[in-house]
């Protein structure tokens, strides 16, 4: 059974605390989790350390809250993956509906990789709604950028404010529609340079072998090998489904290696493709693993087709 | 494994012309010579003419003579137009048997195949040969080299049968399953991506392995790249034989991999 403000609702209540000063937060949080423990719902924490000793310390009694932490917001797609086993894992011990208090590390506004996590918080609009979930997802007005305060209307259906208020938000979009328009993306300034390599529809043998011959030390082997396996799925994906001619490019830096895969089609059909797996593990897995496999993924729609650029390193 | 032997034991040899096959087939048979195994030269024509193809193998004449080497007319080696698997696998499991017994060190033989795998039904039947006898090469005296010819057979067929050997001329399929041990445990070396999905497929097929103790042990510490599609393909066979693949390799993206895509009936060891 749903309570609170999602009493009746069926699937993802999603919302955005766009806070500008701690009190605003707690106004906010405290309730909605104080709530949650005592109707009996997993009541989960996952922000920052500050953060959650903040609201914690702000409770009457926050015994029972469960945090999560760390590697939750490594990657979107790893991401999404965790949160709907944990939720999937309450729902069948019988939770009628879990409450979650999010945020972002602040690494993950970085203009580098913030689109990724922008198409994520679109994406759990659906990937979340087959469960009965309300989350609140926190944004500190003092110190996110405006371009993600931008996404963040588009992706939060509603907004949580203080004195138990749950406005819809007009400038929310459907993930169908979010995902699939064409946004501006912020390129690395690596992608300006010359190609160290570039390969036209090639053999893929030959589009995995240049991967290890552009990347420099700095690069794990492992981070060669995940990007060996992403490249190779990339040029597949661009081989079956694209409009030729299939265009490989490789570029590197001390830290990092990005390889871009073009083609002239219109890209994958699906928006959350790359962000859910697919629920028939046959098909359609390339773009997810590419997403789990690399640092950062940039799908780009642009007159002249669509790119992927698959970065292994640190994202600029 | 004695891996650097079972390379040696059963190459597949792709020849453009029967002079190339007939000068790797001397070579073979010449190494076999030199370490004490009786040899056997099997090929289309007469046995005069398989006779001067070998002619050029010092001392192959006094070998035919003393009975160290033998020339064999096609037809009359294999039962007919069709391989029977098992069957021919005992022919030579007896002659191997019989050389032993007449104090040779084992068995060795080229043959040209090419006539043999004409038809796909006859594709199927020899590739399942490849295969056992493979497994009997893994662990007794006996090696073969298969010639298949360029000019006669489509690649798609020379790459289905090429990929059952563990070694040989040429690199049409990219990756290679073939029996290490008696009981079937396989090696699957090289790279296995979209392009080779549905000789995997076939190659599994061919080789039908059978689970020891409900496992399929494969060796992959010569696999260089496998992507999401043959791990699940893998996985999938296993389960079609209520066993767990147990693919041991060195390369840990494979685990990774592995467990993104939820192989469940794979698992990967590491050796490194």
């Known amino acids: 059974m749903r309570t609170g403000a999602a009493q009746g609702y069926q699937g993802y209540y999603h919302e955005a605390v766009c806070y500008s000063s701690d009190d605003e937060l707690l106004d906010v949080v405290v309730p909605f989790l104080t709530e949650g423990l005592k109707v009996g719902e997993p009541t989960i924490v996952a922000l920052g350390e500050r953060n959650a000793a903040l609201v914690s310390s702000a409770m009457a009694d926050p015994a029972g809250l469960a945090y999560l932490s760390g590697p939750v917001y490594n990657r979107p797609p790893g991401a999404i993956a965790s949160y709907q086993k944990l939720l999937a894992q309450h729902v069948a011990a019988g939770a009628g509906q879990i409450r979650i208090i999010g945020e972002f590390a602040p690494a993950a506004f970085d203009p580098a990789v913030w689109h990724w996590w922008a198409r994520y918080e679109s994406a759990i609009n659906l990937a979340f709604d087959d469960y009965p979930l309300w989350s609140m997802c926190a944004y500190d007005t003092r110190s996110t950028p405006s371009y993600v305060m931008s996404d963040v209307l588009c992706t939060h259906p509603r907004m949580a404010t203080a004195g138990g208020l749950h406005p819809e938000i007009p400038q929310y979009q459907p993930p169908a529609s979010f995902l699939a328009r064409p946004r501006p993306v912020r390129h690395d300034p690596l992608l300006a340079s010359a190609p160290l390599i570039e390969l036209t529809d090639p053999v893929l043998e030959a589009a995995r072998a240049a991967v290890s011959k552009v990347s420099p030390p700095g690069i794990s082997p492992n981070s060669v090998d995940d990007l060996t396996v992403a490249v190779n799925e990339a040029v597949t994906n661009a081989m079956r489904h694209g409009k030729g001619p299939v265009h490989v490019r490789y570029r590197a830096a001390a830290d990092r290696v990005i390889v871009s895969v073009s083609d002239q089609g219109n890209g994958p059909p699906d928006p959350l493709a790359g962000l859910v797996a697919p629920k028939v593990p046959i098909g359609g897995l390339g773009l997810w693993l590419m997403h789990q496999l690399c640092d950062y993924v940039l799908l780009d729609h642009t007159p002249e087709g669509f790119s992927v650029h698959l970065t292994v390193g640190v994202p600029r | 494994v004695r891996r650097s032997e079972v390379l040696d034991e059963h190459p597949c040899w792709v020849y453009d012309d029967a002079a190339g096959f007939q000068a790797a087939a001397r070579d073979f048979l010449a190494r076999g010579l030199d370490s004490g195994e009786r040899v056997l030269f099997i090929g289309p024509g007469t046995e005069t003419d398989l006779l001067a193809q070998m002619g050029d193998i010092t001392g192959f004449s006094t070998s035919v003579e003393n009975g160290a080497a033998k020339v064999i007319p096609l037809s009359g080696a294999y039962s007919g137009g069709t391989v029977d698997p098992q069957g021919q696998v005992q022919t030579y499991a007896a002659a191997t048997d019989e050389a032993i017994a007449q104090g040779y060190a084992g068995l060795r033989v080229a ?56 070694g040989g001329n040429s690199s049409l399929a990219g990756f290679r399953l073939y029996p290490v041990s008696a009981n079937g445990e396989v090696a699957l070396t090289g790279e296995l991506d979209f392009a080779s999905r549905e000789l995997l497929a076939k190659a599994l097929e061919h080789a039908d392995l059978k689970p020891v103790d409900g496992e ?8 260089r790249f496998i992507d999401h599609r043959a791990i699940l393909r893998l996985s999938a066979y296993a389960q079609e034989r209520d066993a767990k693949a147990v693919l041991r390799c060195d390369l840990p993206v494979v685990s990774r991999l ?15």
């Open chain 2, 216 to 223: 399929l042990r494969i060796d992959g510490a010569e696999l």
């Open chain 2, 258 to 272: 592995a467990e993104l895509v939820g192989a469940a009936n794979l698992r990967v060891e590491l050796t490194a």
């Open chain 2, 111 to 166: 043959a040209d195949v090419t006539s043999y795998v004409r038809t796909p039904s006859q594709v199927d039947n020899f590739a399942r040969y490849e295969h056992l006898i493979g497994r009997y090469m893994a662990e007794n005296p006996f090696s073969g080299m298969c010639g298949y010819s360029r000019q006669e057979l489509p690649e798609s067929t020379i790459a289905e049968l090429e990929c059952l050997h563990p």
